[in-house]
């Protein structure tokens, strides 16, 4: 190193840093400087100490960096055969030639298909109302479903089928005609009330029509009577008419007729003249 | 006189294996204090100083044999103490997690402390107001002040061009001196 201690004109112009004391006012240890050069040796010493030393309580196989090339080596023969089992697949002829172009001829085409769909319009606000419209038809479609809580018996949807074609194409087979339910149709209802008021109006009529004759006809007095004969009847007129003693009546308003008295009496009277 | 002996002799002498650790102790003797006090005047603290130009010279042992003649030994050695004092310093900042100022600053505190300043008043004042430059000016000012070296080693050192180096040793200079003249 040159020094020029002396030329230090420089400092003319800064004359305040001219009268400082250019010495060095920093200071060592006693006897710093001659214990350094030992202090720097055993630094070094220690350094190369490291260097020597394997890392604490690491250690290798021996000869491993001696195989490492040789393994690595090998490592690498075997990734480029591996590499090369992909290599066996082929293209077609020119594929890669004409890539390009294909690619861009695509690319062409899904351009122009974009451009078509871009032709197509929707209503005015259509996309912003669009959610509101999908959600209030997911809530109606999920009220309508809620009937899913309905359950079937087990197998149920597995024998509907066949059940369904028992039910149709085996009846089919046996009634040829064409049945028609009576009980559930409107006119059979309406004819049956009409004729229930025919058969009680019948009735009331025929009642109400009733002529004395025939009431009597029907009483128990000309049943019992009409079993006997005429000429008996006379008969047995005369025989009581002529008896003076006799006050009986045949009939008494004010009496009513004994039924059994009078069975009694026709029968005597029968009797006495058959005898 | 071990500080006699050529950088050229030395380094041949380094060159056999025999003679190695004597030349590294010529070496060792004719350059540690110099590389010391560039290295002190950068860290201002001695126990710093101590650890760097001990990593040093052992950055000078790993690399001398790759070490090229055409260069000039001396300011090989002084870059490889420079970049030392770089790295020191840039990672007490992230140390601290300080800025660049914060550092000088604190580097001030340390000189006032220090045990091993016996500076008078215009000395410490001066200290203090080196330590308001920049790193590359505060670099410059001591290798230009204290070392006279010549702004072409200091080039070599600094890897930067001789006008640049002229132009920041007067900034750093102007920079002093109106330090100096506004406080007391």
């Known amino acids: 190193m040159n020094r020029d201690r002396g030329n230090r004109e420089w400092l003319n112009d800064y004359m305040s840093l001219k009268q400082v004391n250019p010495e060095n006012p920093f200071t060592v240890p006693e006897g710093y400087f001659d214990s350094l050069n030992e202090q720097v040796l055993s630094k070094i010493k220690v350094e190369e100490l490291k260097k020597s030393i394997p890392e604490t309580g690491f250690t290798i196989p021996s000869n491993y960096f ?53 032709g197509f319009a929707v209503p005015e606000g259509y996309f912003e109302s669009l959610a509101g419209q999908i959600e209030s038809r997911v809530f109606v479609e ?100 002529d008896n003076d003693n006799d006050n009986r009546t045949l009939l008494d308003e004010s009496k009513q007729i004994d039924a059994n008295n009078l069975s009694r009496d026709l029968q005597e009277a029968l009797d006495t003249t058959s005898q | 006189m071990a500080a006699q002996v050529e950088d050229a002799e030395i380094l041949r002498k380094f060159q056999d294996e025999k003679t190695r650790n004597e030349a590294f102790n010529l070496l060792l003797k004719k350059y540690q204090q110099k590389l010391y006090w560039h290295i002190r005047r950068m860290v201002i603290d001695h126990d710093d100083a101590d650890d760097i130009v001990q990593d040093t010279f052992v950055k000078i042992w790993k690399n001398l044999p790759g070490f090229r003649s055409d260069a000039q030994l001396y300011t090989w050695m002084y870059r490889i103490a420079t970049n030392e004092c770089i790295t020191f310093l840039n990672k007490k900042k992230q140390r601290n997690n300080i800025p660049l100022d914060d550092v000088a600053y604190e580097l001030a505190d340390t000189l006032a402390d220090s045990t091993y300043f016996n500076g008078d008043k215009a000395q410490l004042k001066l200290q203090q107001a080196i330590l308001t430059l920049p790193e590359k000016q505060r670099l410059v000012f001591n290798m230009k002040y204290y070392d006279d070296m010549k702004y072409e080693e200091m080039s070599d050192v600094l890897g930067t061009s001789v006008g640049a180096l002229k132009a920041s040793f007067h900034l750093a200079v102007k920079k002093i001196e109106s330090f100096l003249l506004s406080k007391d």
Do not use: W
Request: negative net charge; aromatic residues 8%; charged residues 20%.
């Open chain 1, 66 to 118: 001696e195989e490492l090339s040789g393994n690595i080596q090998a490592r690498v023969n075997v990734e480029e055969a591996l590499d090369k089992g992909t290599a066996a697949f082929t293209v077609p002829e020119g594929y890669f030639d004409e890539l390009t172009g294909n690619i861009q001829a695509r690319i062409s085409i899904e351009k122009a298909a974009d451009k078509e769909t871009a």
């Open chain 1, 142 to 241: 999920d009220a309508l479903s809620e009937t899913g809580s309905f359950t079937v018996p087990a197998g149920y949807f597995n024998d509907l089928t066949e059940n369904i074609l028992n039910k149709t194409t085996l009846e089919k087979k046996e009634q040829k005609g064409v049945i028609i339910r009576m009980f559930s149709s409107a006119a059979f209802k309406y004819a049956s009330a009409a004729c229930l008021v025919l058969a009680l109006g019948a009735t009331l009529l025929l009642n109400r029509s009733s002529s004395p004759v025939e009431e009597h006809n029907n009483s128990f007095l000309h049943k019992s009577l009409s079993s006997i004969s005429v000429d008996d009847i006379q008969s047995y007129l005369q025989t009581h008419l």
